[in-house]
């Protein structure tokens, strides 16, 4: 299927072959699925809706409900205003989430709907909430619409309403699976400190099969908790590009100080975030996590002889790079490669902070490795890449199969959407745990394909 | 609780779109648009487009838009190809802010001028998506200009994501295809027993298994549209001398037209499960009037039914009894399936579709038992309420549906873009029994 793919590099400036982004609906709607009791709403056509439906379903597995505007001819010339006003009245009448949360599209976007002021003058049942965020599609990438709605969360919900700040943090994890999610948590109850984990997937979209259909799952960060993000001590965000954002409007908003660090991928990124917790909360490392570094240490040095100099590409969601990047770099792999398709700057709306480039350029220059960084790139480009200058192994999400095929490398499958492969939304990559598991997946594609590929006399037993 | 009061407040515009059979004299309303505020089942303009069009192995597919529409629909529609693998990749405009203000008529052209130079195809298909739609970029122009630069063809796609539903895409991507077919001035005569097979995507390798049927009663088939065709193959469409349509909802327009400019003929057919495959290969033969091939399609159908036959009655016996529920796309699945599950045992107890028409909901009301429950664009609410009232114990859909079912602790199989086994013809029934057999009889519902 790639075998037209040239080893020769020309600029192309007709838009994306093969992307590795996609637009920015599908991360604010999975964004809204982390408020306990949210129905996630696209204004817009009903194909958006049912694309991002599918795709999230297609990742998680699990029943993924959000609702549409159902646009149609007349809604984009005279204006979505009618559909969204009778969809809120509908969305309550039918479904009766606790919250509704209204993302745009590129086509509410062009034809200008003005959301804040239908949302005002709409039928809004008693105690019932409506929040919104713009996500033209247009814009950024996925991780821009997470961002964005994210970020409105705060906008609408966050509120300072005691004179002194309580002693618990804001986690903003990022667009993580809900596995990720959950040990993010762990980690924080293992620590001792009270928090509020927003937006928050668990036991929404990874929720236990009971035999009953529920709408409205366990999980998600339940509204008061959202309200009360205001009167935490500090935020901590997790990967500037999906995170930073409502971070630092929370700091505006309420006066919470916002910090922001790599997604806690890999030994350096979660050693970093708990040293942030515990300078803020002065509380000790509990040995649970000291031995849990301990062991990742150990398999590190156990296995350190199998990744040491081998050529890695990555690619995938900025702040999932960039942390991995960070984390092979400290197994001795070199990752030649990294690419993303989120574009640098978000744009006018989604004013992301954070330089993928200059960040990721910086992580290889500190390692003495010279490599290819590009953000706003296409896998197109990431295949001519790898025919220029051949790596060991590929990381990245389900579309990374094909260069794998083509190049007949070994893949090790991370980030969104994974389509082909189970059970990863389960299980986490995030914390020492996460480390461990990574190395596992890194070291068995690794040793397959020395196992496929060895002569007899080669074949060996212990490896 | 919260299930007493949902219902009870179900809107009214959509009680009309759900019946039970024998209880209400009303019709079911279909083919409307959603209500605004419902958790649709349903696509849009362009995903109905795309979903047709796609399987033309050979041609650049490129979707005119922000990256989202293309992304989506990546290598998603499992139609298989015999030759190239072209239209298996990616590839979008990826307008941004600036191509929204300043229109991205220049981009447009970009784009195929060095798509055009990446990979040898005779055909590009540029989809429209809705902000195209808004911003008012000259497509047609675009793709004149384009064609006459590289001298292939260059066909617009007319499908704005808002201007009607999934059919309406459906209708778009015709237009696109009958643009493609028609003949040059020299045109191409007719050749005898030469059909085209229309609505059939080559899921899972199904075109190929029809073909050989048809092979074996002495029919070729000119060109499938859409599943593993190519830009030769289309062009010459016009030489078939008959054409039949699986999916309905998606071709009848094609072969409408084809009949009014060409004067080529179209029969409804449907090669899902025993019954229908006879029958419609008896409708082919019979439709040629020749007595060879007749003769022929009986000795097929008796060889192949004596063939699964032991296959099929060994799964009846541990399927009898089971309850089934159906929420599919079109309209002729739907009908098919209610026969292939009788044909195993199966009650029909619920069944649904996205874009099903009237004359199709008419017969589906004919061949159902009285008190299933009969219902137009679905939402997840309606098919849990009806799946459990009814007692259902197979869901068969798409994407969408399967965790829904088996979150119920309901078996599941997918009758769309993600099924892995063919299902079509002979064989295909017994592959549906077998998949039938593969979920409902697993142990992994003794833990639910």
Not at chain 2, 231 to 246: F, P, R, V
Not at chain 2, 382 to 391: I, P, R
Not at chain 2, 397 to 417: C, Q, T
Request: include cysteine; proline fraction near 4%.
């Amino acid at each position: 299927m790639l075998d037209c793919t040239p080893k020769e590099i020309k600029t192309r400036t007709g838009g994306v072959i093969n992307p590795a982004k996609t637009c920015q609906p599908i991360g604010a709607m999975y964004a809204a699925l982390g408020i306990h009791k949210c129905l996630p709403h696209s204004h817009g056509s009903q194909g958006c809706c049912s694309y991002h439906r599918m795709h999230l379903t297609r990742h998680f597995r699990d029943p993924i409900m959000a609702s549409t505007s159902s646009f149609t001819e007349g809604a984009s010339v005279f204006g979505g205003g009618a559909n969204l006003k009778t969809a809120i009245k509908n969305v309550f009448a039918i479904y009766n989430p606790d919250i509704m949360a209204v993302h745009t599209t590129c086509l509410s976007e062009t034809i200008g709907d003005d959301l804040p002021t239908l949302i005002r003058t709409a039928e809004i049942p008693e105690g019932k909430l409506v929040i919104h965020t713009n996500t033209p599609s247009y814009q950024g990438s996925h991780i821009t619409g997470f961002s964005n709605m994210t970020k409105s969360m705060v906008n609408y919900l966050s509120e300072a309403t005691l004179e002194s700040k309580k002693e618990q943090v804001n986690v903003i994890p990022g667009f993580v699976n809900p596995g990720d999610m959950r040990e993010m948590k762990r980690i924080l109850r293992t620590m001792g400190i009270k928090f509020i984990l927003f937006p928050d997937t668990s036991g929404v979209v990874d929720s236990p099969m009971t035999g009953e259909y529920v709408m409205y799952p366990r999980g998600g960060t339940r509204l008061a908790d959202l309200k009360d993000t205001g009167n935490s001590k500090v935020t901590v965000a997790l990967g500037s590009y999906a995170s930073a954002d409502a971070a630092n409007q929370l700091e505006r908003k309420c006066d919470v100080p916002a910090i922001v660090l790599k997604t806690p991928i890999g030994i350096k990124a979660t050693d970093q975030l708990l040293m942030a917790l515990r300078s803020q909360f002065t509380v000790e490392i509990p040995y649970e996590l000291e031995e849990e570094r301990g062991q990742l240490v150990d398999i590190m040095t156990d296995t350190h002889f199998h990744f040491h100099g081998k050529k890695v590409a990555i690619f995938g969601d900025p702040d999932i790079v960039l942390a991995m990047t960070e984390f092979v770099l400290s197994l001795g792999m070199q990752p030649i490669h990294v690419l993303t398709g989120t574009p640098a700057t978000g744009g006018a709306i989604g004013t992301m902070v954070g330089n993928f480039e200059d960040e990721v350029q910086g992580l290889l220059k500190e390692a003495g490795i010279a490599g290819k960084v590009k953000a706003g790139g296409d896998l197109f480009e990431l295949h001519q890449w790898i025919k220029n200058e051949k790596v060991d192994l590929l990381i990245g999400n389900t579309y990374g199969k094909y260069i794998a095929r083509a190049e007949d490398l070994p893949f090790v499958r991370l980030g969104f959407p994974i389509l082909d492969r189970s059970v990863h939304s389960y299980l986490p990559v995030v914390g020492y745990k996460g480390a461990m598991r990574l190395i596992e997946m890194i070291s068995n594609a690794l040793l397959e394909r020395a196992d496929r590929d060895a002569k007899d006399e080669d074949f060996e037993l212990v490896m | 609780m919260r299930e007493a009061a949902l219902w009870d407040m179900v809107l009214k515009e959509r009680k009309n779109s759900i019946i039970t059979k024998g209880k209400q004299k009303n019709q079911l309303k279909c083919d409307t648009d959603s209500v605004a505020g419902c958790v649709s089942q349903r696509a849009c303009v362009y995903c109905g487009a795309r979903v047709v069009l796609n399987p033309v192995t050979d041609a650049i597919h490129l979707v005119h838009g922000p990256i989202g529409c293309a992304s989506y629909t990546w290598d998603i529609r499992g139609s298989l190809s015999s030759g190239s693998e072209l239209y298996r990749n990616s590839f979008s405009t990826d307008l941004k802010e600036q191509d929204v203000i300043f229109g991205g008529e220049k981009k447009l052209a970009r784009a195929i001028d060095e798509l055009v130079a990446q990979y040898p195809a005779k055909v590009v298909f540029v989809y429209s998506t809705c902000i195209v739609g808004v911003i008012g970029d000259d497509l047609e122009a675009v793709c004149k200009a384009a064609a006459a630069r590289h001298q292939i063809e260059v066909i617009p796609v007319q499908s704005s994501g808002f201007a009607g539903n999934k059919a309406a895409g459906y209708r778009a991507a015709c237009d696109a295809l009958l643009r493609l077919i028609q003949p040059t001035q020299t045109g191409i005569s007719a050749r005898a027993n030469t059909i085209n097979y229309l609505g059939d995507f080559n899921l899972a390798g199904e075109v190929w298994i029809i073909k050989n049927y048809l092979r074996q009663i002495g029919v070729e088939v000119n060109v499938a549209f859409t599943g593993d065709s190519d830009y030769e193959a289309l062009k010459n469409a016009t030489a078939a001398s008959l054409n039949i349509i699986q999916c309905a909802g998606s071709m009848i327009y094609l072969a409408q037209r084809m009949k009014e400019l060409y004067g080529i003929p179209y029969l409804n057919i449907s090669f899902l499960g025993l019954e229908d495959t006879a029958e419609s290969l008896r409708k082919i033969a019979s439709h040629f009037g020749d007595e060879e091939m007749k003769r022929r399609v009986e000795e097929l159908v008796a060889r192949e039914t004596a063939r699964v036959k032991p296959t099929l009655e060994w799964y009846r016996r541990r399927l009898q009894g089971k309850k089934a529920a159906i929420y599919v796309g079109g309209g002729f699945k739907a009908i098919s399936l209610i026969k292939q599950f009788r044909e195993i045992g199966i009650d029909v107890v619920m069944i649904g579709t996205q874009t099903g028409r009237k004359e199709e909901y008419e017969i589906i009301n004919e061949l159902v038992d009285d008190g299933t429950v009969i219902l137009d664009d679905a939402n997840p609410s309606e098919l849990e309420k009806f799946m459990v009232e009814k007692g259902a114990h197979l869901l068969v859909g798409g994407v969408k549906e399967r965790p829904l079912a088996y979150k119920l602790g309901i078996a599941f199989i997918d009758h769309n873009h993600d099924r892995k086994h063919p299902l079509s013809g002979f064989v295909g029934a017994v592959n549906l029994a077998k998949e039938v057999y593969t979920t409902l009889c697993s142990p992994v519902w003794q833990y639910v």
